[in-house]
């Protein structure tokens, strides 16, 4: 490391990491570099921002690559404009250092960089400061006016599926931290890809409005999240566990018992949960077929309040929680 790397300043660091991430935007009218962004909203839509913070040693190991951690500090808040179907277009970030160390900030810079132009996002503000490993990312997007998907707008008799496969991201956690080991080194890479790497599911969320009536993402856990869901549209839930979409790789890896807990509880897979009309699930199978995506129908909402589990017919009670900061962990292998 030369002198000037070792003595790389707040300026100089946006500068050099920073000031050209994500693709250049016609409706960037201020970006980095000015004491706020200015931006244009197109015509007849409707401002969508999230904002996650993520933390070493909370939601991911202190050792995790650093471009692992650029990608997934975007990701999860891309994750939750997909489920409100949203356009991603720009962001903020916030970024808390112990040190100004250029290897790492080539590699987290790269990383959010590379799922920035992915999706068309332009990095256009933010900060810098010292102190424990700390990553806040505030994503904005737009949306047709009136359409957006909510938590609330489900109906009974609105079939529960989700996208993708449940429980990867749990396993691959596992495997990161050493709490579990298989001498199958496809399956490591698999999992950990998915626990690192997590993929938004933004273009089926724009797909999926106007047919799913609710939707959110899955960050904290299907046990978790799934109770927002029906609560938010006022109803009770009910799901099938033995129809919970598990990857090949995670039934390679963990038992029956073992998988379906992760499926259950263990967060991080980012996938999306829709409340979808009887007659509208076909079409969204088949889009997300054409995005090489998989969708399953997992249960139904129902008239009441709170959610019901079966397994093979028989009433059942999760293991796992879901994910809650001031709870505790879901499971033991939770950062």
């Known amino acids: 490391m030369g002198r000037d790397e070792a003595h790389l300043g707040e300026f100089d660091l946006i500068r050099r990491y920073f000031s050209r991430i994500g693709r250049a935007r016609s409706d960037v009218l201020l970006g980095v570099g000015d004491d706020a962004a200015l931006l244009r909203m197109p ?152 626990f690192e790497y997590p993929t938004p599911r933004v273009e089926f969320g724009a797909t999926a409005r106007g047919t799913a009536t609710a939707a959110m993402d899955l960050s904290d856990g299907l046990v978790g999240d799934l109770p927002k869901l029906a609560c938010a549209s006022g109803l009770a839930a009910h799901v099938d566990v033995e129809r919970l979409p598990l990857s090949s790789d995670l039934q390679a890896f963990a038992s029956p018992q073992r998988a379906r807990d992760w499926a259950l509880g263990a967060g991080d897979d980012y996938e999306l949960l829709l409340a979808v009309p009887p007659d509208g699930y076909a079409k969204l199978a088949s889009l997300a077929a054409q995005l090489d995506l998989r969708l399953t129908a997992i249960g139904e909402l129902r008239r009441g309040t709170g959610v019901s589990w079966a397994l093979n017919g028989a009433n059942f009670t999760p293991a796992a929680h879901g994910y809650d900061h001031f709870r505790g962990p879901s499971t033991q292998i939770t950062v």
């Open 43 to 194: 015509a007849d839509t409707e401002l969508a921002a999230a904002v996650d913070t993520i933390v070493a040693g909370r939601h991911f190991p202190h050792d995790s690559d650093a471009r692992s951690i650029g990608h997934r500090a975007l990701a999860v808040n891309l994750s939750d404009l997909a489920a409100m179907g949203a356009t991603p277009a720009w962001a903020t970030l916030a970024l808390t250092l112990p040190s100004a160390d250029p290897d790492w900030l080539e590699r987290f810079s790269g990383g959010l960089a590379d799922l920035a132009n992915a999706h068309g996002v332009a990095l256009v503000g933010g900060d810098t400061t010292a102190g424990p490993l700390t990553i806040s990312v505030q994503v904005m997007g737009h949306v047709a006016r009136g359409t957006a998907l909510r938590r609330s707008g489900a109906h009974a008799g609105d079939l529960l599926a989700v996208t993708g496969t449940l429980g990867d991201a749990g396993a691959g956690l596992a495997l990161a931290t050493g709490s579990h080991t298989t001498v199958d080194d496809a399956v490591v890479r698999e999992l950990r890809q998915r």
